[in-house]
């Protein structure tokens, strides 16, 4: 098993920056990618980036290319999304995933971010 919590979400204006926060515990061992989904209101959960747990290995969705940063902190079991020049169309609940050997997803609670316009 996998606990994951999140933090970091808020309130920011159009072309503001916040940072993401979500640390694992548990079975952490096992974990090999760690990466952010986000779901706004009547739409689709979608990916937004990745990272893998050895190597470092990201991927973004095209649409945060150059703007949002994924990251991770090996000793504190933490991944981070800086976000940054956001806009009001990525107003959205922000969760986190990790992926574990075996095939398992978990997911945290999920964080609001709103961007207003």
């Known amino acids: 098993q996998v606990q994951l919590v999140e933090s970091g979400g808020g309130l920011v204006q159009a072309g503001g920056s916040l940072r993401l926060s979500c640390a694992a515990s548990?079975?952490?061992?096992?974990?090999?990618?760690m990466g952010w989904y986000r779901q706004a209101p009547g739409k689709q959960r979608e990916l937004v980036a990745s990272?893998?747990?050895?190597?470092?290995?990201?991927n973004y969705a095209d649409s945060v290319k150059g703007r949002f940063t994924i990251s991770r902190d090996k000793a504190k079991n933490t991944v981070y999304l800086q976000m940054n020049s956001l806009n009001a169309e990525e107003t959205a609940v922000y969760y986190c995933?990790?992926?574990?050997?075996?095939?398992?997803?978990?997911w945290g609670q999920g964080t609001q971010v709103t961007v207003s316009s």
């Open positions: 995933m990790v992926g574990v050997i075996g095939g398992r997803n978990y």
């Open positions: 548990g079975s952490i061992f096992s974990i090999y990618t």
């Open positions: 990272i893998t747990t050895g190597g470092g290995s990201t």
